[in-house]
């Protein structure tokens, strides 16, 4: 018998849902790794900027391993949690889970893979500054 707090389930917050269509596959009709974390990191880029009220970058991905493939038609889900914030660095959990064009179901997530990202403040001239900082 399986306990509910058993059952895995996605972490933060949901920031981007949409579906894996024709247009995003590789020459072998499959959605390729590269695709999902172009998604990752627009996830958690939009997620930085709201936490740093401006300009963020991409300075870091800590760790990825994918655990299914995903197919066409599937509904992509990003999910992000905010781990820590430095002085102008944020760190951010970022998970993405699928259900399966098949799956009728809502709650038929699968976990793809999760990666850290480690994100950066900027400022209008494109040079590092502290989070909370007001410019």
Same mark, same amino acid.
């Given at each position: *018998? +399986? ?11 949901? +920031? ?13 009709? =499959? /959605? ?6 172009? &998604? *990752? ?11 740093? *009220?401006? $300009? ?16 066409? #038609?599937? &509904? ?6 905010? $781990?820590? /914030?430095?002085?102008?660095? /944020? ?11 098949? =799956?009728?179901? =809502? ?5 793809? %893979?999760?990666?850290?990202?480690? *994100?950066?403040? &900027?400022?209008?001239? #494109?040079? /590092? $500054?502290?989070?909370?900082? =007001? %410019?």
């Amino acid at each position: *018998m +399986t306990e509910l707090d058993d059952v895995p389930v996605p972490k933060g917050q949901l +920031t981007l849902k949409l579906a894996a269509t024709r247009q995003q596959t590789n020459a072998h009709g =499959d /959605i390729p790794a590269g695709w999902l974390v172009s &998604l *990752m990191d627009q996830a958690a880029e939009w997620t930085a900027s709201r936490e740093a *009220m401006g $300009r963020t970058a991409t300075v870091a991905i800590e760790g990825m391993d994918f655990l299914c493939p995903v197919r066409v #038609g599937s &509904l992509v889900c990003v999910y992000t949690e905010v $781990r820590d /914030i430095g002085h102008s660095s /944020i760190k951010i959990d970022v998970e993405v889970w699928v259900r399966p064009l098949q =799956d009728a179901e =809502d709650v038929d997530l699968h976990k793809v %893979t999760e990666a850290r990202h480690v *994100m950066v403040a &900027l400022d209008d001239n #494109g040079r /590092i $500054r502290g989070v909370r900082s =007001d %410019t």
